[in-house]
């Protein structure tokens, strides 16, 4: 209890110092807002039961009702994860309305996605970046919820894109033991194993402990291509006193994988070649990447009002190995050149957050109030070494071996050996107000303090490039309840983030940040008696200066490009009876270049498409004979889209796929389970980049699993 006391007590002093004197203001009643803060983590899994989510912490950092948030938040919780029986979560995010696939950089690390049609590869995990460096994509064995936060988040999160933000919610240790394995098989010889086991520690309680295993070995519709994947999350939770508590999480992933760009579309024409071709060398092997990562947490109750909370999340990683890629599709239509890269990236990413939470009381108004403080040191060693990209391999009849090029090295060289490093400063603060049973408020502010260094050790001149920004973002946002079923909600945001690299010698030292902002105004419906949540929301959305070609030479860029989103997206969950859950959305999104040096007025985004919606339904027979028994499908839509960055006229066609699914409850321990995707067999392409790197869509395929509860 000793060392429990002395932690509480350098809380205290350190939310003093740090944050100011705020706990003076906390004189409300200290029962109702205890008990508050207690149950806060059970308030939030109890009501993400089924496909429906009450609460979030995401949207505010702060546990609150989303029927109380001025925002649109899609949340998709762990029960549609199970459904889709998927690895990647990314299968998961089609339900969330809006969000689409981009550069998935050949399947090794966490991928590009937009949100409202702005691209962005920010993912926050608990509410720290972890897309930092070239993560592996998150592994859904420890995943309890995906909270997708629609519109700017920097005056929350820090630098950031105006179409949204992810925040991955991790599993956490329960009170409950329990254990259970899943196993599952499919077509291509893919396997996965996964185990979650949770364990009290002591007989109080107060010691929790809890862990996540996962084992894949996977082959692939693609030819040549394969991955291996192990995954390790352990998670301690400790009860040093009513008042404190411990939180200590890690991760530990190991990765190997055969890079793969996807196939070719010569004069833009897709179908000419198999969605199995492959077009890299086999003899390259696979790409190594390991990551690891560490986080703790403390949170001490300062009285029934307030709370501290200081928070540390580290993690490294390394990415190793070579693959020969495409490079361009000569005349003829037929002889692809390629290029061979090896890549070394080694990375180290350490966070810091201290947070005081409370409330106060201003007459009839009650304020939530968030002041928080955030420090991070960001390291990246990226060396490349590429051949000349004169290999070349008939699309039509590929014959591999072919002998390796030297690698183009020194100054006018292709091979690049650069450091990077970051320090990031900020204060974030942020009001949520209750004026009424109908009337809510939020706004918040945050002040980032960004300096970036870039040394390029392979050039003769302008070895180092430096910059140092600061920022203001700010927000607003208001809600009114018209009814118990139906609200009103609008917002304003704006958004941060530095642009990264080395503009044309003699120009300055570091690019302008991009900027922008962001407008939203919607309904949120809580309809047949809260058994079916939907929310409709209209934005428009703008940022400022987006990278572009410099004039004067187009082998460099300058920051003065803009582009502009607008449109509307809707997402519904619900457990409409106790027989059947369902979610689905819907997004209808106007993206294109407003200014830029080398493509038109109206040009449109890559991978946006205009159309999009998806549908899930399960239903449950409760009663009878065939109780025990789930049968489900997914109808995912995705409209015609723009294949190029320079928006050529090479486009993607939309497609439409089905996913079916079954699950039998055997006994109470031993569920079966089996998911048939793409069942109508749709050839489609997912996402790509050029006419040389477009990513085909998953064949018909069929997997079967089974859960045990141990």
């Known amino acids: 209890m000793n060392s429990s006391s002395v932690a509480a007590r350098i809380l205290a002093i350190a939310a003093a110092a740090g944050l100011g004197s705020m706990s003076a203001f906390a004189q409300e009643s200290d029962s109702a807002v205890l008990e508050d803060v207690v149950v806060t983590a059970d308030r939030e899994q109890v009501e993400a039961e089924g496909y429906r989510t009450r609460r979030s912490a995401s949207a505010t950092k702060t546990d609150s009702p989303l029927e109380e948030v001025p925002q649109a938040v899609s949340v998709i919780p762990a029960t549609v994860l199970e459904d889709l029986d998927s690895p990647r ?102 396997y996965r194993s996964s185990l979650d086991v949770n364990t009290p520690l002591d007989d109080e309680g107060t010691m929790l402990y809890r862990m996540n295993l996962a084992v894949e070995d996977n082959n692939s519709f693609r030819d040549y291509r394969s991955s291996e994947r192990q995954f390790f999350a352990p998670a301690f939770s400790w009860e040093l006193t009513p008042q404190t508590r411990l939180l200590v999480q890690a991760e530990v992933i190991r990765s190997s994988q055969v890079f793969d760009r996807g196939v070719v579309a010569p004069n833009d024409h897709l179908g000419s070649v198999s969605r199995s071709d492959f077009f890299g060398e086999p003899r390259d092997g696979e790409i190594d990447n390991n990551n690891e990562s560490l986080q703790a947490e403390i949170e001490h109750d300062l009285n029934a009002s307030w709370t501290v909370r200081l928070a540390s999340h580290y993690k490294q990683g390394r990415l190793s190995g070579g693959a020969t890629e495409a490079s361009r599709l000569l005349a003829d239509g037929r002889t692809l050149n390629r290029e061979y890269r090896y890549r070394d990236y080694d990375w180290q990413d350490s966070i810091t957050q201290l947070e005081l939470r409370g409330l106060v009381y201003t007459g009839d108004i009650e304020h939530s109030l968030l002041i928080g403080t955030e420090y991070e040191r960001y390291a990246k060693a990226e060396a490349v070494l590429r051949t000349p990209p004169l290999s ?44 009424s049973e109908k009337l809510f408020g939020v706004i918040g502010a945050r002040y980032d303090h960004y300096e970036h260094r870039l040394d390029n050790e392979v050039k003769v001149t302008d070895k180092r490039t430096e910059q140092t920004h600061e920022k203001i973002t700010p927000r607003i946002g208001a809600l009114y309840q018209f009814t118990p079923e139906v609200a009103v909600f609008a917002n304003a945001s704006q958004s941060f ?34 058994r079916l949540g939907m929310t409709i929301a209209a934005f428009h959305l703008t940022k400022e200066n987006v990278l572009t070609a410099d004039p004067v030479d187009s082998t460099y860029q300058i920051a003065a490009g803009e582009v502009r989103s607008r449109g509307i997206d809707l997402q519904l969950t619900g457990q409409l009876t106790d027989e059947v859950r369902l979610i689905g959305a819907y997004a209808y999104v106007d993206a294109e270049v407003i200014e830029d040096n080398t493509l038109a007025r109206g040009s449109h ?96 395929n069929l997997s079967l699993s089974l859960s045990l509860n141990l």
Not at 161 to 177: A, F, H, L
Not at 407 to 419: E, L, N
Not at 620 to 631: I, K, S, V
Not at 657 to 664: F, G, N, P
């Open 89 to 190: 979560i990314e299968k998961a995010l089609d339900y969330a309305g809006g969000v689409a696939r981009q550069n998935d950089f050949g399947g090794l690390t966490m991928y590009e996605y937009s949100i409202r049609g702005l691209t962005t590869s920010e993912f926050y995990k608990d509410g720290f970046s972890v897309n930092r460096g070239y993560m592996n994509p998150q592994d859904p064995s420890n995943v309890e919820r995906i909270d997708v936060l629609k519109g700017p988040a920097s005056s929350l999160y820090g630098r950031g894109d105006p179409g949204g933000t992810i925040n991955i919610v991790s599993k956490r240790p329960q009170n409950d033991q329990f254990a259970r394995l899943d196993l599952s098989a499919g077509r291509w010889d893919r």
């Open 392 to 435: 070349q391999i008939d699309i039509y009849e590929p014959v591999y071996g072919q002998p390796r090029l030297p690698f183009s090295v020194g100054p006018d060289g292709r091979s690049t050996d650069r450091h990077e490093l970051v320090h990031s400063r900020s204060l974030n603060l942020q009001d949520q107000m209750r004026f």
């Open 497 to 530: 983030k530095p642009n990264t690299g080395a503009p044309r010698p003699g120009t300055g030292t570091s690019f302008d940040p991009e900027e922008g902002v962001g407008y939203e105004a919607g309904f949120k419906f809580d309809l047949l008696d809260s």
């Open 605 to 700: 985004l890559p991978n946006v498409p205009e159309h999009s919606g998806s549908l899930l339904g399960v239903y449950e027979f409760l009663d009878g004979g065939l109780r025990g028994l789930e049968l489900g499908g997914g109808v995912n839509y995705v409209g015609d889209r723009s294949g190029n960055v320079a928006d050529s006229g090479f486009e993607l066609p939309g497609y439409t796929t089905v996913d079916l699914l079954a699950r039998y409850k055997a006994t109470q321990h031993l569920t079966l389970g089996v998911n048939l995707n793409n069942a109508f067999d749709r050839t489609y392409y997912e996402r790509s980049y050029s006419n040389v790197w477009v990513m085909p869509g998953e064949p018909r």
